[in-house]
């Protein structure tokens, strides 16, 4: 889920579902679509199925939908791994509570079907 209208490459409208954050505050999803990232490591990610959220203040990533399309996921003393066929994707240790990713960019590019050998990565 994110805020960033500009982060989709491809964002069909949706009325009337809402998403409950921790403090029970409701907030609205207005489209879903998909998300091309750039990591620090040059990867690139196309997130798929990615709720616009006007109103989140974070960026979140469901452990719960990549483990669901065939990600491993692994937390461990305050450490997440994140891994695709025996490729690690993303690893990130936790602060307050949460996981935070950090320095993941926009991608400049319009959404390219690659090869993940050459780094895209199908999320």
Known sequence: MTSK??????????????????????????????????????????????RHVPKLKR??????????IGYSIHAEKGCLEI??????????????GLYIARKVNRSKYALVSKSEKDNELEL
């Open 5 to 50: 209208k500009n982060w989709f490459v491809e964002c069909k409208s949706e009325n009337g579902d809402s998403v409950y954050m921790e403090n029970n505050q409701e907030c609205e999803i207005v489209g879903v679509g998909l998300v091309l990232l750039k990591l620090s490591n040059n990867k690139e990610v196309l997130l798929k199925g990615v």
């Open 59 to 68: 960026n979140i990533i469901s452990l719960g939908m990549l483990d669901d």
């Open 83 to 96: 891994v695709k066929q025996d490729r690690v994707i993303l690893t990130r240790r936790k602060k307050e």
